[in-house]
T-cell receptor, first 115, second 112 residues
Framework: AQTVTQSQPEMSVQEAETVTLSCTYD???????LFWYKQPPSRQMILVIR??????QNATENRFSVNFQKAAKSFSLKISDSQLGDAAMYFC????????????FGKGTKLTVNP | EAQVTQNPRYLITVTGKKLTVTCSQN?????MSWYRQDPGLGLRQIYY???????DKGDVPEGYKVSRKEKRNFPLILESPSPNQTSLYFC???????????FGPGTRLLVL
C-alpha cells in the first residue's frame, strides 16, 4: 500500500520569506499524481498544486512551487514571499493513476507565518 | 459556481440515532468519495463511487453506508452512530481519471 510521510509536524516562517515543506512517499507504481492541499482554520480543503508523475517539469502556481524528485520519491512544497494568509495545515497527498482513485494523505504540517 | 456542498455543517447527536450527511456536486463529476479526518491520523477514505449505482469500500467503511442513485448526490449514512464516529467528514468529487479531487466544506459530527 502507498504511504505518504510528512516529517515536519510544525514549521514557521517570517512574512515575505521562503519556506519549504517536505513530503516523501512510497509506491511501486509508475503512474500517479501528487498534490498539496491547504487547510486553513475554516477547515476547508483547498488544492494548492498538483504534479503528474510522468511530467519531469516541476509544477508552479504563483508563489507556490514543488520540487519533485521521482527517483527519491520526494515531493516538497516551496512557498515564496510568505503571507499571513498562508498560515494553515498543509497536506501532501498521493493518488494512483488507476484503481480506486483514493487520495492517500500525509499527517500534515502546521505552518505558522510570523509578521 | 462549481462546488461541492455538504449538509449539515455541524451536527450533535446521540448514540444509535440514525443520521444522513448529504453531499452534492454541480460539476458533473463521475467520481465521489467520503473521507474522515481525525487528529493525528490525517484523512482516511470511507467509501467511494465511480459512477451512478457503483460504490465500494475505502479504508474505514465500518459503521457507514452510502448510495449513489443520482450522479450529483452521494449521501453518507450512519445507521447507528457511536462515539468513535465523532469526526470531521469531507465529501470530494472529481472527473474520473483526471486526478484532482475537489472537497466540500466539511461536516463536524459529535456523537454523545
Amino acid at each position: 500500500a502507498q504511504t505518504v510521510t510528512q516529517s515536519q509536524p510544525e514549521m514557521s516562517v517570517q512574512e515575505a520569506e521562503t519556506v519549504t515543506l517536505s513530503c516523501t512517499y512510497d509506491t511501486s507504481e509508475s503512474d500517479y499524481y501528487l498534490f498539496w492541499y491547504k487547510q486553513p482554520p475554516s477547515r476547508q480543503m483547498i488544492l494548492v498544486i498538483r504534479q503528474e508523475a510522468y511530467k519531469q517539469q516541476n509544477a508552479t502556481e504563483n508563489r507556490f512551487s514543488v520540487n519533485f524528485q521521482k527517483a527519491a520519491k520526494s515531493f516538497s512544497l516551496k512557498i515564496s514571499d510568505s503571507q499571513l494568509g498562508d498560515a494553515a495545515m498543509y497536506f501532501c497527498a498521493y493518488r494512483s493513476g488507476g484503481g480506486s482513485e483514493k487520495l492517500v494523505f500525509g499527517k500534515g504540517t502546521k505552518l505558522t507565518v510570523n509578521p | 459556481e462549481a462546488q461541492v456542498t455538504q449538509n449539515p455543517r455541524y451536527l450533535i447527536t446521540v448514540t444509535g440515532k440514525k443520521l444522513t450527511v448529504t453531499c452534492s456536486q454541480n460539476m458533473n463529476h463521475e467520481y465521489m468519495s467520503w473521507y474522515r479526518q481525525d487528529p493525528g491520523l490525517g484523512l482516511r477514505q470511507i467509501y467511494y463511487s465511480m459512477n451512478v449505482e457503483v460504490t465500494d469500500k475505502g479504508d474505514v467503511p465500518e459503521g457507514y453506508k452510502v448510495s449513489r442513485k443520482e450522479k450529483r448526490n452521494f449521501p453518507l449514512i450512519l445507521e447507528s452512530p457511536s462515539p468513535n464516529q465523532t469526526s470531521l467528514y469531507f465529501c470530494a468529487s472529481s472527473i474520473r481519471g483526471k486526478g484532482t479531487q475537489y472537497f466540500g466544506p466539511g461536516t463536524r459530527l459529535l456523537v454523545l
